[in-house]
Protein backbone atom coordinates (compact mmCIF):
# COMPACT_ATOMS: atom_id res chain seq x y z
CA UNK A 1 0.00 0.00 0.00
CA UNK A 2 0.72 3.62 -0.01
CA UNK A 3 3.44 4.95 2.59
CA UNK A 4 1.90 7.32 5.15
CA UNK A 5 4.13 9.42 7.68
CA UNK A 6 4.60 7.93 11.18
CA UNK A 7 1.83 10.40 12.70
CA UNK A 8 -0.43 9.73 10.42
CA UNK A 9 -0.31 5.50 10.45
CA UNK A 10 -1.00 6.08 14.23
CA UNK A 11 -4.47 8.20 13.40
CA UNK A 12 -5.08 5.94 10.61
CA UNK A 13 -7.23 2.25 11.43
CA UNK A 14 -5.50 -0.47 9.72
CA UNK A 15 -7.48 -2.12 6.94
CA UNK A 16 -8.83 -5.41 7.65
CA UNK A 17 -7.67 -8.44 5.66
CA UNK A 18 -10.43 -9.77 3.32
CA UNK A 19 -10.18 -12.41 1.49
CA UNK A 20 -9.46 -11.98 -2.63
CA UNK A 21 -12.53 -14.06 -3.11
CA UNK A 22 -14.24 -11.40 -1.28
CA UNK A 23 -12.86 -8.12 -2.54
CA UNK A 24 -13.38 -10.04 -6.40
CA UNK A 25 -17.17 -9.69 -5.27
CA UNK A 26 -17.72 -6.70 -4.36
CA UNK A 27 -15.84 -5.36 -7.59
CA UNK A 28 -18.32 -7.55 -9.61
CA UNK A 29 -21.75 -6.35 -7.57
CA UNK A 30 -20.64 -2.95 -7.55
CA UNK A 31 -19.88 -2.89 -11.54
CA UNK A 32 -21.95 -4.92 -12.48
CA UNK A 33 -18.93 -7.28 -14.18
CA UNK A 34 -18.53 -11.28 -13.55
CA UNK A 35 -15.14 -12.77 -13.25
CA UNK A 36 -14.90 -14.11 -16.48
CA UNK A 37 -14.68 -10.42 -17.58
CA UNK A 38 -12.16 -9.17 -15.14
CA UNK A 39 -10.09 -12.13 -16.27
CA UNK A 40 -10.92 -11.66 -20.05
CA UNK A 41 -8.05 -9.84 -22.51
CA UNK A 42 -10.54 -7.19 -23.02
CA UNK A 43 -9.67 -3.39 -22.57
CA UNK A 44 -12.91 -2.25 -22.99
CA UNK A 45 -13.46 0.89 -20.39
CA UNK A 46 -16.56 -0.99 -19.03
CA UNK A 47 -14.02 -3.95 -17.90
CA UNK A 48 -10.93 -2.42 -17.52
CA UNK A 49 -11.73 0.16 -15.19
CA UNK A 50 -13.33 -3.01 -12.73
CA UNK A 51 -10.41 -4.72 -13.21
CA UNK A 52 -8.20 -1.26 -12.28
CA UNK A 53 -10.65 -1.08 -9.03
CA UNK A 54 -10.13 -4.77 -8.28
CA UNK A 55 -6.03 -4.32 -8.40
CA UNK A 56 -6.10 -1.26 -6.14
CA UNK A 57 -8.59 -2.85 -3.86
CA UNK A 58 -6.37 -6.31 -3.19
CA UNK A 59 -3.14 -3.84 -3.09
CA UNK A 60 -4.62 -2.23 -0.63
CA UNK A 61 -6.38 -4.63 1.45
CA UNK A 62 -3.88 -7.90 0.90
CA UNK A 63 -0.64 -6.05 0.15
CA UNK A 64 0.16 -7.50 -2.83
CA UNK A 65 1.84 -7.28 -5.30
CA UNK A 66 0.36 -6.63 -9.06
CA UNK A 67 1.93 -9.98 -10.25
CA UNK A 68 0.35 -11.77 -7.55
CA UNK A 69 -2.91 -9.81 -8.25
CA UNK A 70 -2.72 -10.90 -11.47
CA UNK A 71 -1.73 -14.62 -11.02
CA UNK A 72 -5.02 -14.39 -9.20
CA UNK A 73 -7.37 -13.22 -11.45
CA UNK A 74 -5.87 -15.95 -13.61
Do not use: M, N
Not at 26 to 41: I, M, N, W, Y
Amino acid sequence: GRELGPRIKQLAPPLPELPFATILRHVERAFGVTAVDLKSLRRHWRVAHPRQALYLLASEYLAWSLPRIGAAIG
